[in-house]
């Protein structure tokens, strides 16, 4: 195998699977329809930067990944009648985004491996399916997973489910609408927000090798005294992240300094990683084209800062076995070249050009 991947390079694909089941995504998507290839795919959007500004002898590309036209983050016109709630929970409780992550996996298997896999894509549950083609290229014990990310990632429906029906019932100002069906008895499902939960219960991934960094959404240690069953199951998934050895970074831990990630970056001792970038870590701060919003991430400088530093990994001898970019909003992104416009393609491809590409 040693022989088969000294000199391996970037291949990119794409692939725009978009469930999102929040209703303003619904109400963006039935408003601003169009095209469904290429215009709702940020693979092209972000492939027009690497075309004009790389080499095309340092890497290659494999195109988009095809997804039905109801369920990409623009879908056309034709396509409105079936963007609807229902259609979007019945996909997730399905395990549809499960589907996709496999069809991720057997993509990367059969049209990339043994080079290096790069997705730029929307829902972050396919990065379950790119890492898996790896773990079974490479071995488990042999690479770990860095997840830069405002969001965990690694809680269960029923997890998720609890700590709302919490919320409504003791939080005057909660968001949440009790009459919303959806809200309750839904299936575990793997989802965006529950992939690193099954990886890690399928044992794809040793916790010790695994690393969230820019986390905004784990708990307060107040919280963490509540005595209620119904969001104790929900702070009881970050606590045995933490406790089974899982490197979690907050946004807040970030702030202390630039030595902060540096010294956790340097207690990586496998030989292989894989990268995975949610472009939320930016969110209302250095851009505004991803999903969710919730959380205001950290600013354009502290995510190249962040970049240099998974950089400097792999020039000291960490080969970098896949990497990714994913949960982007093209309904909102822009191309900017300045900072009064969004700059999320722009900064995507940057974080590209310094992880791929030695400068």
């Given at each position: 195998?040693?022989?088969?991947i000294?000199?391996?390079h970037p291949i990119?694909?794409?692939?725009?699977?978009?469930?999102?089941?929040?209703?303003?995504?619904?109400?963006?998507?039935t408003?601003?329809t169009g095209?469904?290839?290429?215009?709702?795919d940020?693979?092209?959007?972000?492939?027009q930067f690497?075309h004009?500004?790389?080499?095309?002898?340092?890497?290659?590309?494999?195109?988009?990944i095809?997804?039905p036209?109801?369920?990409?983050?623009?879908p056309?016109v034709?396509?409105?009648?079936?963007?609807?709630?229902?259609?979007i929970?019945?996909?997730?409780?399905?395990?549809?985004c499960?589907?996709?992550?496999?069809?991720?996996?057997?993509?990367?298997?059969?049209?990339?491996l043994?080079?290096?896999?790069?997705?730029?894509?929307?829902?972050?549950s396919?990065?379950?399916?790119?890492?898996?083609?790896?773990?079974?290229?490479?071995?488990p014990?042999?690479?770990?997973?860095?997840?830069?990310?405002?969001?965990?990632?690694a809680?269960?429906?029923?997890?998720?489910?609890e700590?709302?029906?919490?919320?409504?019932?003791?939080?005057?100002?909660?968001v949440y609408?009790?009459?919303?069906?959806?809200l309750?008895?839904?299936?575990?499902?793997?989802?965006?927000?529950?992939?690193?939960?099954?990886?890690?219960?399928?044992?794809?991934?040793?916790?010790?090798n695994?690393y969230l960094?820019?986390?905004?959404?784990y708990?307060?240690?107040?919280?963490?005294r509540?005595?209620?069953g119904?969001?104790?199951?929900?702070?009881?998934?970050?606590s045995?992240l933490?406790r089974?050895?899982?490197?979690i970074?907050?946004?807040?831990?970030?702030?202390?300094g630039?030595t902060?990630?540096?010294n956790?970056?340097?207690?990586i001792?496998?030989?292989?990683?894989y990268?995975?970038?949610?472009?939320?870590?930016g969110?209302?701060?250095?851009?505004?084209?991803v999903?969710?919003l919730?959380h205001q991430?950290?600013?354009?400088?502290?995510?190249?800062?962040?970049?240099l530093n998974?950089?400097?990994?792999?020039?000291?001898?960490v080969r970098?076995a896949?990497?990714?970019?994913?949960?982007?909003?093209?309904r909102?992104?822009g191309y900017g070249?300045?900072?009064?416009?969004?700059?999320?393609?722009?900064?995507?491809?940057?974080?590209?050009?310094?992880i791929?590409?030695?400068?």
């Amino acid at each position: 195998m040693t022989g088969k991947i000294l000199n391996r390079h970037p291949i990119f694909f794409g692939c725009p699977l978009d469930p999102d089941e929040r209703d303003e995504s619904l109400q963006e998507k039935t408003c601003l329809t169009g095209p469904a290839q290429p215009g709702g795919d940020p693979y092209y959007a972000v492939m027009q930067f690497v075309h004009n500004e790389i080499g095309g002898h340092f890497w290659e590309e494999r195109g988009s990944i095809e997804v039905p036209p109801w369920i990409r983050p623009i879908p056309p016109v034709s396509m409105q009648r079936d963007v609807l709630l229902e259609n979007i929970v019945r996909f997730i409780d399905g395990d549809g985004c499960l589907d996709f992550a496999q069809l991720v996996s057997r993509f990367i298997e059969e049209c990339i491996l043994p080079e290096i896999p790069c997705m730029i894509a929307v829902d972050h549950s396919l990065t379950g399916g790119s890492f898996a083609s790896l773990v079974g290229f490479y071995k488990p014990d042999d690479i770990s997973l860095i997840v830069v990310d405002s969001h965990v990632d690694a809680l269960p429906t029923g997890a998720m489910s609890e700590a709302i029906e919490f919320d409504m019932a003791t939080n005057p100002n909660s968001v949440y609408d009790p009459s919303d069906p959806f809200l309750r008895n839904r299936p575990d499902s793997y989802n965006a927000s529950s992939f690193i939960y099954y990886l890690l219960e399928e044992g794809l991934i040793d916790p010790r090798n695994l690393y969230l960094v820019g986390v905004s959404d784990y708990p307060p240690k107040k919280a963490f005294r509540i005595k209620d069953g119904r969001i104790k199951h929900y702070l009881d998934c970050y606590s045995s992240l933490k406790r089974n050895g899982v490197k979690i970074l907050t946004k807040k831990d970030l702030s202390l300094g630039p030595t902060t990630l540096t010294n956790v970056i340097r207690r990586i001792s496998t030989p292989y990683v894989y990268i995975s970038i949610d472009m939320d870590i930016g969110a209302r701060n250095a851009l505004n084209g991803v999903r969710f919003l919730n959380h205001q991430g950290i600013n354009e400088n502290q995510i190249y800062r962040i970049a240099l530093n998974l950089r400097e990994l792999i020039d000291r001898g960490v080969r970098l076995a896949g990497m990714d970019l994913m949960e982007f909003n093209p309904r909102r992104a822009g191309y900017g070249e300045t900072q009064g416009d969004d700059r999320t393609y722009r900064i995507a491809f940057n974080l590209i050009k310094t992880i791929c590409f030695k400068q």
